[in-house]
């Protein structure tokens, strides 16, 4: 059983960042997990890669060779991926352990997430080789001062939770930039009423019903708690881990182990 985060999030939300402040904690604290770079286009890097998409394909090279432009070949690299999953990426995952920890960090294209496949198809293939996999799904906090945002933003991450059908978990990004934390507070377990009566004064009247809809569909599947993230805070970066290790039942196992050959129990 291998372990794994898939880490979504819209262009720019902090993924990368969360990559490398998450590798710079578990080394503090002793713990090992492993970096993949699924982003064709990354260029540098503050973590080790040790699995890198760049290794099976490359942006620069789609782009001169196939005369695409950034967005169209990066999904092209992202379905050369989804070719090669019986290929390239067994032969990659055969190098772990098999209680590994993986961390993926992936693209900011909203697509990958909403209605292109890939990704779906690549995490139905981590689950057939017996991966736990949580979706964390980054939305930078800055956008959640405004109420229209962070509906958009909301709605990315629902898109996400369909598309991928896995344990997800959503967290606000970029904590430290936030001056004043009760802005931010009332928008990390939202209640219908609270959003609507905010939609409504930022938008036209007409938008009133549509804004109901959306205030309520957002609170009824209470899809939107976001765990607030400021990697300033190496207690804020192991909240946020626990809860993830929580979702994929990361070591449980363990404990369960050291249950089943605990003499005092029966
Ligand atoms: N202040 C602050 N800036 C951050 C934080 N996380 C990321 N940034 C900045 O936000 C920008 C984007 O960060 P990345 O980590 O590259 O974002 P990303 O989601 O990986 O971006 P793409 O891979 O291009 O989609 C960079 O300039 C980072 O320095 C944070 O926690 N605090
Ligand atoms: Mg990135």
Redesign the pocket.
Known sequence: MGYAQLVIGPAGSG??TYCSSLYQHCETVGRTIHMVNL?PA?EHFSYPVSTDIRELISLDDVMEELGMGPNGGLIYCMEHLEDNLDDWLDEQLEGYLDDDYLVF?C??QIELFTHVPVLRNFVEHLKRKNFNVCAVYLLDSQFVSDVTKYISGCMASLSAMIQLELPHINILSKMDLVSNKKDVEEYLNPEAQVLLSQLNRQMAPNFGKLNKSLAELVDDYSMVNFIPLDLRKESSIQYVLSHIDNCIQYGEDADVKVRDFDPEED
């Open positions: 993924k990368s982003d990354a960090d693209p900011g």
